[in-house]
């Protein structure tokens, strides 16, 4: 049992990889750390592997690991989203006492993180759920960390927040992001964008790979030259890595072994649909979410191979190089889509749930630790910086500058993809955004004309405000009905 003098100031309870990796990282901050797994097994492994890289106070029982907290405590649960976190948290609230600070760093579902602020809020216990983005690597040498929940907590916990988050150029990427669930639906929202990157990253490769017949060594060094530039991410840097791997076991690339059927854990979806009820289309991000689907459809794709008719498939003649840049252009321009549809809806929900985001300090956080951190988030702290009431990120100067040099080849890329079958459905649908936003006209006026004609749904007129309908059934002469 700890004595007075030597308790934690901060404890991490699940000890898999990422909560030993950020417990770890507290430590050698200075912090003094508590730590408890439900099996001790994880814990004992944790202390021997590591107990000597600072001031551990572990604990076999949730009783003890409370107990050796310094008031007001705060305990970070790293477990599984779901029914284990459900069950940490309510053994946290019977042992903790009022103002102790329970923070659920996992992937939470942001309407979860609401109800449960509320429900600890009423036991006299403070709730943040904080989206914790870097993976192992980011938990443990400076992860960006989007805490929610009440503006008291983060006086407590900012400070600890702040030493062990990632920092760019003197700033850490940590804030405060908002009341309840705030925290936890942009971290939500980065996982959408983080599908996206990756998903035109993926199509970039398809391109270089089966159009220009780059092998995926040749590919690597592209993204490698790539990430010298503006699409300068971790994202590119990993995948260079990725396609730079020879499989030990076959001597091919490793790439080539890998079954081409993409996971999801939900967080991508769950983006999709938050943005459904918001009315907010991130088409980019809802195309990546259904392009994992479809690879994972095995059954179906096999019983389509060879089936369905390709049609008159043209072959690539084109130069390579002036192709490769073409491709790089259409995947940066694909990237500010995705981007600016994920911050059209981190503003929907603000509004929407009253939390006040602000975009650039959204940016700036993201800017390092997380799995979307790239060059390209500094243009977006500057967009915000210039106009936080920014209508598209598109229409920022620094955009619009961009895309004129990126736009005839985005268009190039998909003509050339779609002449030799080859599927490119964030780079397509992304564009068809960008056309449909810039659009004089949309085809919506025929879907008003067909609702006004089988529901009497109304439309309005180009010409006059107010609400009309037509008698389609009868003379056919229009009425005004408000
Ligand atoms: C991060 C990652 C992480 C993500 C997992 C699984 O920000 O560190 O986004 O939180 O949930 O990597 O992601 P999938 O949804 O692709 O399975």
Same mark, same amino acid.
């Given at each position: 049992?700890?004595?007075?003098?030597?308790?934690?100031?901060?404890?991490?309870?699940?000890?898999?990889?990422?909560?030993?990796?950020?417990?770890?990282?507290?430590?050698?901050?200075?912090?003094?750390?508590?730590?408890?797994?439900?099996?001790?097994?994880?814990?004992?492994?944790?202390?021997?592997?590591?107990?000597?890289?600072?001031?551990?106070?572990?604990?076999?029982?949730?009783?003890?690991?409370?107990?050796?907290?310094?008031?007001?405590?705060?305990?970070?649960?790293?477990?599984?989203?779901?029914?284990?976190?459900?069950?940490?948290?309510?053994?946290?609230?019977?042992?903790?006492?009022?103002?102790?600070?329970?923070?659920?760093?996992?992937?939470?579902?942001?309407?979860?993180?609401?109800?449960?602020?509320?429900?600890?809020?009423?036991?006299?216990?403070?709730?943040?759920?904080?989206?914790?983005?870097?993976?192992?690597?980011?938990?443990?040498?400076?992860?960006?960390?989007?805490?929610?929940?009440?503006?008291?907590?983060?006086?407590?916990? &900012?400070?600890?927040?702040?030493? /062990?988050? !990632?920092?760019? =150029?003197?700033?850490?990427? #940590? $804030?405060? %992001? @908002?009341?309840?669930?705030?925290?936890?639906?942009?971290?939500?929202?980065?996982?959408?964008?983080?599908?996206?990157?990756?998903?035109?990253?993926?199509?970039?490769?398809?391109?270089?790979?089966?159009?220009?017949?780059?092998?995926?060594?040749?590919?690597?060094?592209?993204?490698?030259?790539?990430?010298?530039?503006?699409?300068?991410?971790?994202?590119?840097?990993?995948?260079?890595?990725?396609?730079?791997?020879?499989?030990?076991?076959?001597?091919?690339?490793?790439?080539?072994?890998?079954?081409?059927?993409?996971?999801?854990? &939900?967080?991508?979806?769950?983006? /999709?649909? !938050?943005?459904? =009820?918001?009315?907010?289309? #991130? $088409?980019? %991000? @809802?195309?990546?979410?259904?392009?994992?689907?479809?690879?994972?459809?095995?059954?179906?794709?096999?019983?389509?191979?060879?089936?369905?008719?390709?049609?008159?498939?043209?072959?690539?003649?084109?130069?390579?190089?002036?192709?490769?840049?073409?491709?790089?252009?259409?995947?940066?321009?694909?990237?500010?889509?995705?981007?600016?549809?994920?911050?059209?809806?981190?503003?929907?929900?603000?509004?929407?749930?009253?939390?006040?985001?602000?975009?650039?300090?959204?940016?700036?956080?993201?800017?390092?630790?997380?799995?979307?951190?790239?060059?390209?988030?500094?243009?977006?702290?500057?967009?915000? =910086?210039?106009?936080?009431?920014?209508?598209?990120?598109?229409?920022?100067?620094?955009?619009?500058?961009?895309?004129?040099?990126?736009?005839?080849?985005?268009?190039?890329?998909?003509?050339?993809?779609?002449?030799?079958?080859?599927?490119?459905?964030?780079?397509?649908?992304?564009?068809?955004?960008?056309?449909?936003?810039?659009?004089?006209?949309?085809?919506?006026?025929?879907?008003?004309?067909?609702?006004?004609?089988?529901?009497?749904?109304?439309?309005?007129?180009?010409?006059?405000?107010?609400?009309?309908?037509?008698?389609?059934?009868?003379?056919?002469?229009?009425?005004?009905?408000?």
């Amino acid at each position: 049992m700890s004595t007075p003098e030597n308790l934690a100031h901060i404890g991490v309870v699940g000890l898999a990889v990422m909560g030993s990796n950020l417990a770890r990282n507290f430590a050698h901050k200075g912090h003094t750390v508590a730590v408890y797994n439900r099996s001790p097994e994880k814990t004992r492994a944790l202390m021997a592997a590591h107990g000597d890289e600072g001031a551990f106070l572990p604990s076999e029982t949730i009783e003890d690991f409370v107990a050796s907290l310094e008031r007001p405590r705060k305990a970070i649960i790293m477990v599984q989203a779901g029914p284990a976190t459900d069950a940490v948290i309510e053994q946290l609230a019977e042992a903790m006492e009022e103002g102790d600070i329970i923070i659920d760093g996992g992937n939470a579902l942001f309407t979860d993180t609401i109800r449960r602020e509320q429900e600890m809020a009423a036991r006299g216990r403070h709730f943040v759920g904080a989206g914790i983005s870097g993976g192992e690597e980011g938990a443990l040498t400076g992860p960006s960390i989007m805490p929610g929940g009440p503006t008291e907590s983060w006086e407590t916990l &900012g400070p600890l927040l702040e030493s /062990v988050a !990632a920092v760019v =150029d003197g700033t850490p990427c #940590v $804030t405060h %992001i @908002g009341p309840d669930g705030a925290g936890h639906f942009v971290k939500m929202v980065h996982n959408g964008i983080e599908y996206a990157d990756m998903q035109v990253i993926g199509e970039a490769y398809q391109l270089l790979r089966y159009a220009a017949g780059l092998t995926p060594a040749e590919i690597s060094e592209v993204f490698r030259e790539w990430n010298a530039g503006e699409l300068n991410s971790y994202l590119i840097e990993i995948t260079a890595e990725v396609l730079a791997q020879v499989d030990a076991e076959t001597g091919q690339p490793l790439i080539d072994v890998i079954v081409d059927a993409a996971g999801q854990k &939900g967080t991508g979806r769950w983006t /999709v649909k !938050a943005a459904l =009820d918001l009315g907010i289309p #991130v $088409t980019g %991000i @809802g195309e990546a979410v259904f392009a994992r689907a479809l690879s994972s459809s095995l059954e179906q794709r096999r019983a389509a191979q060879g089936v369905l008719p390709s049609g008159e498939l043209a072959t690539f003649d084109g130069d390579r190089d002036a192709f490769i840049e073409d491709v790089r252009r259409a995947l940066y321009a694909s990237k500010f889509v995705a981007y600016a549809q994920g911050f059209d809806e981190i503003q929907a929900g603000s509004e929407e749930y009253g939390w006040n985001i602000d975009p650039r300090d959204l940016a700036t956080i993201w800017r390092g630790g997380c799995i979307i951190r790239a060059k390209f988030l500094n243009r977006i702290v500057e967009a915000y =910086d210039a106009n936080p009431e920014l209508p598209s990120l598109l229409l920022d100067g620094y955009f619009l500058g961009e895309l004129s040099g990126l736009i005839d080849s985005w268009r190039r890329v998909i003509i050339t993809a779609t002449s030799l079958g080859l599927p490119v459905p964030v780079f397509a649908s992304s564009l068809s955004y960008y056309d449909s936003l810039r659009a004089e006209r949309l085809p919506a006026a025929v879907i008003q004309g067909q609702r006004d004609f089988f529901g009497a749904h109304t439309y309005g007129r180009v010409d006059k405000p107010g609400a009309f309908h037509t008698l389609w059934s009868g003379d056919r002469t229009e009425v005004q009905t408000s």
